[in-house]
């Protein structure tokens, strides 16, 4: 990686795609939390802004925004509900996207990974809310308020588009857009994973969602697919 | 609905009232969210009491999302219920407007916009979170899957290190290592003396090796074939063996804590499994909860991953154990019962988790323990001898066909099982990543 310039921006700029002189392209969001690296990304600086760069080997978000996912759902000042936050790796770059005027309802059950969520990145970006709690149990958020724009589901459970639907229908604004990993592995361990998408994607279709786009993660996520759907409310 | 039913919620930043027709009547601030919450967690309603004076008559029907405070309210109204999921479903996408309609309250002169109740709720959830955290690290069965962990890595540690000081004290006094097969004492014997004709008789019998032994020691000493050591890699030589030594002590230490700690937390498991077997299985489940929430045959095979994935992908025999195999009973039966012995052992096991994780009285119940050995010496007797002969299985693959494809066809006809993994090449896109050359830009990148 040599000298970096912004090749091509997205949505008004809310992420963008770096090029260096290799003509190597790489995903980047603005750094809403100065001089911090979340999980040891490269920080850059362009033009007097700082950018992030944006792993698609870490985060399935970048990865399928680079297997051409046609619209990124998640802009500028939307909000959104984010199932399995994790350590917060994703959660960050959507957090630098939707910037001060969003707000992220992060949702993690582990205590263990939620330790390092809140310290490296709930505790210092003001847009994120975090709730400790397993996303079957949806009904007892705390802290939670509003219909959101967005939810975005990565969870590794057998029943992780149950999971995505219910709180679909609870949280999501109608015509609000859910992005929903799928694992396929979790599902089923022996199945074809494109059987597994398709089921799944079927699924959502009868629970009143319009089935956008679905992207296979390969090469970066082995048998991971992500579901881009809307809310027909 | 009746005019007169009223909805009672506790929410994050206060308690409010709403009538039937979901407008808000009364609200009170929490001055500290989360003293208020921790206070409601232990049954403290001394806060909520200050709202029931809302009410001037007593209202017909009065509903709560906080069901541990449904006995509370009871005074002041006859029926008193839970609220309904339906309710509840609403009460959290109107949270917003609920707070939002705040100011329009004179009574309680509270005026929250939407910048601070946003930033009040990131407050009170970042410490309510934090408070989760620490109670959750808290929690002693954590503390026993750490201990069985560190207890298994030790044991790794002293295995390493203590075959590499045979190894290497073998060259100066090679007679030694067929003679000790304590790797503790060979270590003592190494950090105290180092060169072998110094060995001493006394010392040895503090180590308790019989006599007899002790002679043939001194003896080979003299005689030995090992060449000589110099001071300096005797030294770092000594320095390895004082280190075997004490960790076998953290090890011995950590042994006896682990006991303790499953008498205090799980003593039922305890009696069933023994202290060793029972902490690996809560730290291989995750936590007693998490063990508790377990089906026996799951427990059965707890630590078999490996093997299970391999029967459901190639249909080969499933496995009978998994770290259930390092109890005395199983590790110690002939092949053939130890299926039976794992199944019976599991079943009683997932029992005694559950008698432990929400059972009042920790107290060893030893109704469970009676009726396992019973059930153990049925086996024994019952199937003494294996019962047909064991056919041997053809583990070589059929030519022509990939691992497990028989079995595979005939258990799943019908299902697809093609994968098209090779045929991706013409997907669409206009960036078209070699993985390799890709991942390689990123650690470079990373590195620097």
Not at chain 1, 79 to 106: E, W
Not at chain 2, 49 to 78: C, G, H, W
Not at chain 2, 109 to 122: F, P, Q
């Amino acid at each position: 990686m040599n000298h970096l310039s912004v090749y091509r921006k997205f949505d008004n700029g809310s992420f963008v795609m770096l090029i260096d002189n290799t003509k190597e392209r790489y995903l980047a969001t603005q750094n809403l939390d100065l001089q911090k690296s979340v999980y040891g990304e490269k920080i850059i600086e362009i033009e007097d802004l700082e950018y992030r760069i944006w792993e698609p080997f870490r985060s399935k978000l970048a990865a399928a925004i680079l297997r051409n996912l046609e619209e990124n759902p998640i802009k500028e000042s939307s909000s959104v509900l984010y199932l399995g936050a994790s350590t917060g790796t994703t959660v960050s770059h959507v957090s630098d996207i939707v910037g001060n005027k969003g707000v992220i309802f992060a949702v993690e059950p582990s205590a263990r990974v939620a330790r390092e969520f809140l310290e490296n990145v709930a505790s210092r970006r003001k847009n994120i809310i975090p709730i400790l709690m397993d996303a079957r149990n949806y009904l007892q958020y705390y802290s939670y308020y509003g219909l959101v724009d967005v939810v975005y589901s990565d969870i590794a459970q057998p029943d992780q588009t149950d999971i995505a639907i219910n709180n679909c229908k609870s949280y999501l604004k109608g015509g609000g857009h859910l992005v929903i990993i799928i694992k396929t592995r979790s599902i089923d361990v022996l199945m074809d994973p494109k059987v597994v998408t398709k089921n799944e994607a079927r699924k959502l279709e009868k629970n009143n969602f319009e089935i956008l786009q679905v992207v296979d993660l390969e090469p970066f996520d082995k048998d991971h697919s992500l579901i881009h759907a809307k809310y027909l409310g | 609905m009746a005019d007169n039913e009223y909805r009672f919620l506790i929410l994050e930043l206060g308690i409010a009232i709403l009538n039937h027709e979901n407008e808000l009547l009364h609200f009170r601030k929490f001055h500290d969210p989360l003293q208020s919450h921790l206070q409601l967690k232990q049954n403290d309603f001394s806060e909520v009491a200050e709202s029931l004076e809302f009410f001037k008559s007593k209202p017909d029907v009065l509903v709560t999302n906080y069901p541990s405070m449904i006995d509370f309210l009871r005074q002041s109204s006859e029926a008193v219920e839970k609220i309904s999921s339906d309710d509840e479903r609403r009460v959290q996408i109107y949270k917003k407007k609920i707070y939002s309609s705040i100011k329009n309250l004179e009574a309680d002169n509270v005026e929250l916009d939407e910048r601070t109740i946003k930033n009040n709720l990131r407050d009170f959830s970042l410490k309510w979170s934090s408070l989760r955290i620490q109670e959750a690290s808290a929690q002693l069965d954590l503390h026993v899957s750490q201990s069985v962990n560190a207890l298994d890595e030790i044991d790794k540690i002293i295995n390493t290190i203590g075959t590499r000081m045979r190894e290497w004290y073998g060259l100066h006094f090679p007679e030694l290592d067929n003679l000790l097969q304590n790797i503790v004492t060979y270590a003592s014997i190494v950090s105290k003396f180092g060169d072998r004709s110094e060995i001493t008789k006394d010392f040895l019998l503090t180590l308790e090796i019989p006599d007899n032994k002790i002679e043939i020691i001194i003896e080979t000493a003299h005689r030995s074939k090992g060449g000589k050591i110099t001071a300096e890699n005797l030294s770092i030589l000594q320095s390895l063996a004082t280190q075997v030594i004490s960790l076998s002590k953290i090890r011995k230490t950590l042994e006896e804590h682990i006991e303790a700690s499953m008498d205090e937390i799980s003593p039922n498991v305890k009696e069933l499994l023994t202290a060793t077997v029972g902490a690996r299985l809560i730290a291989k489940a995750g936590s007693l909860k998490r063990l508790a929430s377990l089906s026996s045959s799951t427990i059965q095979i707890l630590g078999a991953e490996k093997a299970l994935f391999r029967t459901l992908k190639t249909g080969a025999n499933p496995p009978k154990h998994g770290l259930l195999f390092q109890h005395p009973v199983i590790h110690s039966a002939p092949k053939w019962q130890r299926g039976k012995l794992a199944r019976a052992i599991s079943a009683k096991a997932a029992i005694a988790a559950r008698v432990d994780l929400y059972g009042r009285n920790t107290v060893t119940n030893s109704a469970l323990s009676t009726k396992l050995n019973e059930r153990i010496t049925e086996i024994q007797e019952k199937y003494k001898e294996p019962s047909e002969p064991q056919k041997k299985r053809n583990y070589e693959q059929p030519q022509g066909f990939r691992r497990g494809d028989r079995n595979r066809y005939n258990r799943n006809k019908g299902r697809n099982y093609e994968r098209h993994r090779d045929g991706d090449k013409d997907r669409d896109g206009d960036f078209k990543f070699k993985k390799n050359k890709f991942k390689k830009k990123f650690h470079k990148s990373n590195k620097k």
